[in-house]
């Protein structure tokens, strides 16, 4: 009897598994909105959620309770604070808090630890990665004495993930959504 229950539960949990799959295909039209923002070269992330490396620093200033509500160490709620990061033609404007550590400092006189940067960045390239369905950005850039690099990743769904590194600090990932970019 009891063989027969597990089999039975066996088989409805896989029926339901395998029924719950669906298809992630995004669709043609957002898509092709995607598509059309990337072309004019002139869009906008808002970021929503950014993902500091969850280290022992990390979890003091959280357990100290200076995260903002809804925030652990790992994820940092953005909503409502200013963020953003747009790209028009050339030209890319960055503005991301920045949560974490730093591996040294970065001069005197250089109290502001938001990630940010206006201008045209090094070694900028965009491509549409067919295989995975999305826009792979990546590109670096120099804050006085700061290196910084982008990787990003742009969905059909209008969101993304894009992961910074510095030469200062520790890797912080910031996910968003994408909008167009009204000047």
């Known amino acids: 009897m009891l063989k027969k229950s ?4 066996t088989c409805v949990i896989f029926t339901i598994g395998c029924g ?6 995004p669709s043609e039209s957002s898509s092709k ?18 993902y500091p490396q969850n280290t022992a620093a990390m979890s003091k200033v959280a357990a100290a309770g200076l995260v903002p ?6 994820q940092i ?3 409502g604070n200013s963020n953003h990061f747009r790209i028009f033609n050339d030209s890319i ?30 070694d900028y390239s965009m491509e549409w990665n067919e295989k995975k ?8 850039f120099t804050k ?12 059909p769904n209008l969101k993304s993930s894009m992961t910074i590194t510095s030469s200062f600090r520790f890797p912080i990932r910031y996910t968003g959504e994408i909008k167009s970019l009204s000047q």
């Open 6 to 9: 597990v089999a039975t539960l």
């Open 144 to 155: 006085k004495t700061e290196n910084f690099r982008v990787n990003a990743q742009l969905f």
């Open 20 to 25: 719950s799959h669906s298809n992630t295909t």
């Open 33 to 50: 909105e995607l598509h059309a923002l990337v072309e004019g070269s002139t869009l906008e992330i808002i970021s929503d959620f950014a």
């Open 69 to 74: 509500p809804g925030s652990n160490p790992g």
């Open 93 to 122: 404007q960055v503005y991301l808090p920045y949560f974490g550590e730093r591996q040294m400092t970065s001069g005197y006189g250089q109290n502001d630890t938001s990630i940010q940067y206006s201008g045209i960045p090094d």
């Open 77 to 79: 709620s953005l909503i």
């Open 133 to 140: 369905k999305r826009y792979d950005l990546q590109f670096s």
